[in-house]
């Protein structure tokens, strides 16, 4: 079985250009591609499309390997120089090194090496992807190792790692580190709920220092991994990406240009997320709760026909109107980002990927507190309050249609309860769950299908035929070209995304776990299930990540931060409101008290988990420091090995001064230089002043005894 | 004028031993310093002590403090290479770096190359101290310089490093950094007192504002200052303290043998100190309380005989306890932190200052709490509750001495008001301010004047007799032997003493500033002068500091931190209950929600500032970003040199493959190998095909028309 390790492929979409300057572009790729030194075979793929695929010979990519560990070095990534000399040709420890220089030579400009093949971009807008092939054998292999075990150990990460990238295998990681965190909260939910506490308070504080110790302890475990993949500060040695706008190049104080954009307009750039998350919140949380007033009103007070129908229409209206201004809100997400001029592609995919982050945080969560916070504990006087404007606002309309508040028996009832609260996360929580899984796994591979059958349907008239090679190899060239084509149609996957979804549900916990304690044994058995098909569904539904590196999973660190601490505020306000044992038995006057406690117990535990974390430190760490101790240790012995002889030496004779030296001082002395350190020149001469001092302080310790011992000057 | 510039004193004090024992010691400790290469003259001191005078000839000089500089990059503290051999000779750039090379050989271990002396311990216990010559000219210079401008320049914080050492001039920097933030909260404070707003909410929140940007840029400042120094992450290149207590050798990944003390034992140690705290923040709590309460009881009912006495009675109580129970959590502090075994003397003294701290918080800040949150609001509940249970209490007694609450016009009147917590925070602050300005600079010269005269008084039975030279040279020697007893007399400078004073008045600046706004123009003026001051008693008070370094002022940064934080929960409270516009109306059960809101909005804002003051980040960072940048940008030019050229040649060639890799190639093509890249090996094979492709498609886009052009397979 050949291993096609090192691949990639270069998607060309000729379909919107015409037939010369598809030609003229191709022969400029091909040719910038060999110019690279790159080896390239051009193929048919699916509909109006042209597969190139590329490979470095060994030598180039050795040399670039090679190139890239050195500049790992000089970027302080990593504490030991690779050995080697600038000519050396070395082998990728993994598959993922290999692929990432090959990356590098189709993707950097052409002054770095590379070919500056950069899709969708300028000159290229028609290269609609570049992708490394799968390593198919290898993905089966680590599907089913991974398939046979509940817990993945480092090896595994790393065998990820070595097919993916380490900005992939830290998102495995994550969700394995967590996976196992969750146990805890399953444990104690499921007790919690035997025992019958609902919005316990015990279970709130397990939960919130559950939460405090995970995130704590992820962050040790991030910087463990990354020093263990040698990735750690990783982003200072990525390249500009290419949309980057420099105002100037300024020549450093290394005499190097380098492409300057002022720090100040970059930090003025990014404060536009400010408004950017309020309008979105504020626009959004009108939305929800227009929906959600709407919703209850026609719940409590509707009285015309079809009740069973009408009920639902703020719910479809929502659900219709949601995506569309999600969508618009993400396209200024987009613009924003684009606008903020990040330098390298990392920051800015994170940077788009937090934007997107607090608008699904807002559409999920913000429901839930408007129940818990406002429709539960004010439903009986908002409802009819709701009921009598809404009828005086539509006039005859709504006289007919909607009850009188006061007679409504829900407004008067105890209807609006906690139930509802529950209710509420269960629905959000867990059918997103189950939602998110089909629309991550079943449906893309649903739409693939129809549209493979589409196309099979279509071919006679418009694609490309693909299979009609009869040379002796041609039928495993055959299989490997579908695959290949196949690949091509794929979309690429963005590992962020299923990161946001683990932070999203995190979120669930730190947030309303009290409301339902049984949801983490829920999102246990999900992530358990989620972290194989999330392996599976790279594999079979993705193009190939580009196996680029990354230290840990960023900015993410500080949205599961943030929501570890609203959730000691949320947590200590459920378990006020709802719970048994509160604080002036839930009055309103009480909650800032209660929160305020909830949340100061939590910052002075999560300072104690950190001081206590970050001294104990972690494995890997201790390693590193160790090796650049050795190799300080080396070089320091080496000088004083010369150092230790002449002490020595020196020890022997005393601290005899040699006679030059000798000479030397005395000649100042006479020239009245510094005068003083010449008087007990002589080996023994300031041991004897000093004994001489004391016996005669001690002897009799009268002036006329003492004098100030000329022996001693000379 | 000679310049004493690397000299260091011993004194070792011979009044508590036998003569035989001091003889003894004395060999041992000038043979040790012999040993290490130094030069010595003993000479006698005030009273029943000895100076031995060490100096390092020229030559161990240079080498040590040319393998300082290599350790430094060794340690990654600078980035270049000192340059030179292991035999290098080189001069200090300052006089700092000369002495402490000469601190090093005579407080090191001998295996480190040091004579090990190591004051008031084990062996030293009678040597009383190690310190340098002031270096008098340079002191007066330094003293008048700063005397005629207001304002420290980066320059003249570099002449203090250069004498006394980066440690000492870190305060410096901090007190100057702090008194030119300080004219913003004078200015608006002044403004706020002439507009006549009490507990102002505006000038609240600008203070917050102002603490929250001063600790920020000061965090920036010190990086700054810390790369301009050369000195940062200097901790890590510290040896160990004499007294630090390993408990096993570990023989590290580099083969090097290390001291070890395990990690979760220090942590486990270290978390004594919240009991410590806990316990002292108690005792000292009820103390005060316990005089507070007896206080207001006097001064309200106490109807006896001699009241302006009595009332004293309890204040003069506490100012007789309060030092003695200081003293005595103090030891208890030294204890811990003896027990704590940090490695470094660094650690040591942060750690034993930081617990000293926190006692004179609660001392300072407490009472001022108390009335703030007790006293004031509640004292009309408080006042008739205490006499009437103290009465009930004392029985007989105090039906005597105290008045009935009920008839106590104090109890039902309106005097107990917010002046006296303006009162109590001007009494506290500024009295603080004026007494530790005697006790610091007139108290010392006092004492030592009293005690110079004692001793001349007494000199003709106990002292040696120290001016009666008659050599040539004598005069000068004489005053400078003069000069020299008077400095050994002195006692050592600490520095963290000085940090707390600011630390303690930036503190009452961030909790209590509403209560009078002018208190920041006093702090201003105070610190001109203390800024002065300070250099002034460095010089002629105390012994020279030993000139160590460190990159900042060390925890007293989170000090600051836990004060602004602190600071925007009382100023919040204060303005809730004493200012005019609070919400509800300044009432209790509004309280929390002002905190909560004030708090909030503080943390928000410190994000923001931190953020931005972190991208826009120093010059000096910049300067050495761009100083490591040129280092390996020259190693890469070298190593890409080679391989540009290379590129050229390839370039020239189009992607011509060598004949050999064609031949090869084919060869992998028949042994059935990877045959894939095989096909389009030529020149411009890759290109035909894709072109050809492209107009098969596009040309007619039947099958017949398109077949897969065998030219390109070989």
Same mark, same amino acid.
Request: charged share 25%; glycine share 8%.
């Given at each position: 079985?050949?291993?096609?390790?090192?691949?990639?492929?270069?998607?060309?979409?000729?379909?919107?250009?015409?037939?010369?300057?598809?030609?003229?572009?191709?022969?400029?790729?091909?040719?910038?591609?060999?110019?690279?030194?790159?080896?390239?075979?051009?193929?048919?793929?699916?509909?109006?499309?042209?597969?190139?695929?590329?490979?470095?010979?060994?030598?180039?990519?050795?040399?670039?390997?090679?190139?890239?560990?050195?500049?790992?070095?000089?970027?302080?990534?990593?504490?030991?120089?690779?050995?080697?000399?600038?000519?050396?040709?070395?082998?990728?420890?993994?598959?993922?090194?290999?692929?990432?220089?090959?990356?590098?030579?189709?993707?950097?400009?052409?002054?770095?090496?590379?070919?500056?093949?950069?899709?969708?971009?300028?000159?290229?807008?028609?290269?609609?992807?570049? %992708? &490394?092939?799968?390593?198919?054998?290898?993905?089966?292999?680590?599907?089913?190792?991974?398939?046979?075990?509940?817990?993945?150990?480092?090896?595994?990460?790393?065998?990820?790692?070595?097919?993916?990238?380490?900005?992939?295998?830290?998102?495995?990681?994550?969700?394995?580190?967590?996976?196992?965190?969750?146990?805890? &909260?399953?444990?104690?939910?499921?007790?919690?709920?035997?025992?019958?506490?609902?919005?316990?308070?015990?279970?709130? @504080?397990?939960?919130?220092?559950?939460?405090?110790?995970?995130?704590?302890?992820?962050?040790?475990?991030?910087?463990?991994?990354?020093?263990?993949?040698?990735?750690?500060?990783?982003?200072?040695?990525?390249?500009?990406?290419?949309?980057?706008?420099?105002?100037?190049?300024?020549?450093?104080?290394?005499?190097?240009?380098?492409?300057?954009?002022?720090?100040?307009?970059?930090?003025?750039?990014?404060?536009?997320?400010?408004? %950017?998350?309020?309008?979105?919140?504020?626009? +959004?949380?009108?939305?929800?709760?227009?929906?959600?007033?709407?919703?209850?009103?026609?719940?409590?007070?509707?009285?015309?026909?079809?009740?069973?129908?009408?009920?639902?229409?703020?719910?479809?209206?929502?659900?219709?109107?949601?995506?569309?201004?999600?969508?618009?809100? #993400?396209?200024?997400?987009?613009?924003?980002?684009?606008?903020?001029?990040?330098?390298?592609?990392?920051?800015?995919?994170?940077?788009?990927?937090?934007?997107? %982050?607090?608008?699904?945080?807002?559409?999920?969560?913000?429901?839930?507190?408007?129940?818990?916070?406002?429709?539960?504990?004010?439903?009986?006087?908002?409802?009819?309050?709701?009921?009598?404007?809404?009828?005086?606002?539509?006039?005859?309309?709504?006289?007919?249609?909607?009850?009188?508040?006061?007679?409504?028996?829900?407004?008067?009832?105890?209807?609006?309860?906690?139930?509802?609260?529950?209710?509420?996360?269960?629905?959000?929580?867990?059918?997103?769950?189950?939602?998110?899984?089909?629309?991550?796994?079943? +449906?893309?591979?649903?739409?693939?299908?129809?549209?493979?059958?589409?196309?099979?349907?279509?071919?006679?008239?418009?694609?490309?035929?693909?299979?009609?090679?009869?040379?002796?190899?041609?039928?495993?060239?055959?299989?490997?070209?579908?695959?290949?084509?196949?690949?091509?149609?794929?979309?690429?996957?963005?590992?962020?995304?299923?990161?946001?979804?683990?932070?999203?549900?995190?979120?669930?916990?730190?947030?309303?776990?009290?409301?339902?304690?049984?949801?983490?044994?829920?999102?246990?058995?999900?992530?358990?299930?989620?972290?194989?098909?999330?392996?599976?569904?790279?594999?079979?539904?993705?193009?190939?990540?580009?196996?680029?590196?990354?230290?840990?999973?960023?900015?993410?660190?500080?949205?599961?931060?943030?929501?570890?601490?609203?959730?000691?505020?949320?947590?200590?306000?459920?378990?006020?409101?709802?719970?048994?044992?509160? @604080?002036?038995?839930?009055?309103?006057?009480?909650?800032?008290?209660?929160?305020?406690?909830? #949340?100061?117990?939590?910052?002075? %535990?999560?300072? +104690?988990?950190?001081?206590?974390?970050?001294?104990?430190?972690?494995?890997? @760490?201790?390693?590193?420091?160790?090796?650049?101790?050795?190799?300080?240790?080396?070089?320091?012995?080496?000088?004083?090995?010369?150092?230790? #002889?002449?002490?020595?030496?020196?020890?022997?004779?005393?601290?005899?001064?040699?006679?030059?030296?000798?000479?030397?001082?005395?000649?100042?002395?006479?020239?009245?230089?510094?005068?003083?350190?010449?008087?007990?020149?002589?080996?023994?001469?300031?041991?004897?002043?000093?004994?001489?001092?004391?016996?005669?302080?001690?002897?009799?310790?009268?002036?006329? #005894?003492?004098?100030?011992?000329?022996?001693?000057?000379?």
């Amino acid at each position: 079985m050949e291993r096609y390790n090192d691949k990639y492929v270069i998607v060309y979409d000729f379909k919107n250009v015409d037939t010369e300057t598809a030609e003229r572009e191709v022969t400029v790729m091909i040719d910038d591609l060999e110019t690279a030194g790159l080896l390239t075979e051009a193929r048919a793929g699916y509909e109006q499309t042209l597969l190139v695929f590329v490979k470095a010979p060994r030598e180039l990519l050795g040399k670039y390997v090679y190139r890239s560990r050195v500049k790992d070095w000089l970027y302080g990534i990593v504490q030991t120089h690779p050995g080697g000399t600038k000519d050396s040709v070395v082998d990728g420890d993994f598959e993922a090194e290999d692929l990432l220089s090959v990356y590098h030579l189709v993707n950097w400009p052409k002054d770095r090496g590379g070919a500056g093949i950069t899709p969708g971009l300028g000159q290229w807008e028609n290269v609609t992807s570049i %992708f &490394p092939l799968h390593n198919e054998a290898a993905n089966q292999a680590l599907l089913k190792h991974v398939s046979r075990r509940l817990f993945l150990t480092n090896e595994d990460l790393d065998r990820i790692r070595d097919l993916h990238g380490s900005k992939v295998a830290f998102y495995f990681a994550f969700i394995q580190t967590y996976l196992v965190c969750l146990a805890f &909260p399953a444990v104690t939910g499921v007790l919690t709920w035997y025992l019958g506490g609902r919005y316990s308070l015990t279970y709130a @504080i397990l939960t919130c220092v559950w939460c405090t110790v995970t995130l704590e302890y992820w962050k040790v475990r991030e910087v463990d991994l990354s020093i263990r993949w040698r990735v750690r500060n990783v982003a200072s040695v990525k390249v500009n990406r290419p949309q980057f706008r420099w105002e100037r190049i300024v020549v450093d104080g290394a005499g190097e240009p380098r492409h300057h954009f002022p720090r100040h307009k970059q930090v003025l750039r990014h404060l536009l997320q400010i408004p %950017f998350i309020a309008l979105s919140a504020a626009l +959004l949380g009108a939305l929800i709760v227009a929906v959600f007033a709407l919703e209850i009103l026609l719940s409590e007070s509707y009285t015309g026909g079809y009740p069973g129908v009408v009920e639902y229409v703020p719910t479809i209206m929502l659900a219709l109107v949601l995506p569309r201004i999600n969508g618009l809100l #993400e396209r200024v997400a987009e613009a924003i980002t684009d606008y903020e001029n990040h330098r390298t592609a990392d920051h800015y995919e994170m940077s788009l990927t937090q934007k997107n %982050f607090v608008l699904s945080i807002i559409t999920n969560y913000l429901p839930i507190l408007i129940t818990a916070f406002v429709y539960v504990p004010f439903g009986d006087e908002i409802v009819p309050w709701l009921s009598a404007h809404t009828r005086s606002l539509l006039g005859q309309l709504g006289q007919r249609f909607l009850a009188e508040g006061e007679g409504s028996s829900h407004a008067v009832g105890g209807v609006v309860d906690a139930t509802r609260l529950r209710d509420e996360v269960i629905a959000l929580a867990l059918t997103g769950q189950v939602s998110s899984f089909f629309e991550e796994n079943v +449906l893309p591979v649903a739409k693939r299908k129809l549209h493979a059958w589409y196309r099979t349907y279509r071919a006679p008239t418009t694609t490309m035929p693909t299979t009609d090679d009869v040379e002796p190899f041609a039928q495993e060239e055959a299989r490997f070209l579908r695959s290949a084509r196949d690949q091509a149609t794929r979309t690429p996957y963005d590992v962020q995304e299923d990161i946001a979804e683990i932070v999203l549900q995190f979120g669930y916990l730190a947030l309303f776990s009290p409301v339902w304690p049984l949801i983490s044994i829920g999102f246990l058995v999900n992530n358990i299930v989620e972290l194989r098909t999330d392996l599976l569904k790279i594999a079979m539904e993705h193009q190939r990540p580009a196996p680029v590196r990354s230290d840990g999973i960023g900015p993410w660190i500080s949205s599961l931060d943030f929501l570890t601490w609203a959730g000691s505020l949320t947590t200590g306000a459920i378990v006020h409101l709802f719970g048994a044992s509160s @604080i002036g038995a839930g009055a309103w006057w009480a909650l800032p008290i209660t929160i305020f406690i909830s #949340e100061h117990v939590f910052m002075g %535990f999560r300072s +104690l988990v950190r001081y206590a974390l970050q001294r104990v430190g972690s494995a890997h @760490i201790r390693r590193e420091r160790d090796e650049r101790y050795a190799l300080r240790a080396r070089y320091l012995r080496e000088m004083e090995a010369g150092e230790a #002889e002449e002490q020595r030496r020196r020890g022997g004779g005393g601290a005899q001064l040699s006679v030059a030296e000798k000479e030397r001082r005395k000649s100042v002395r006479i020239m009245g230089g510094e005068a003083f350190f010449t008087r007990q020149m002589e080996h023994g001469a300031s041991t004897a002043a000093g004994l001489s001092l004391i016996r005669a302080c001690r002897g009799v310790g009268a002036v006329g #005894e003492y004098e100030d011992d000329k022996s001693h000057l000379d």
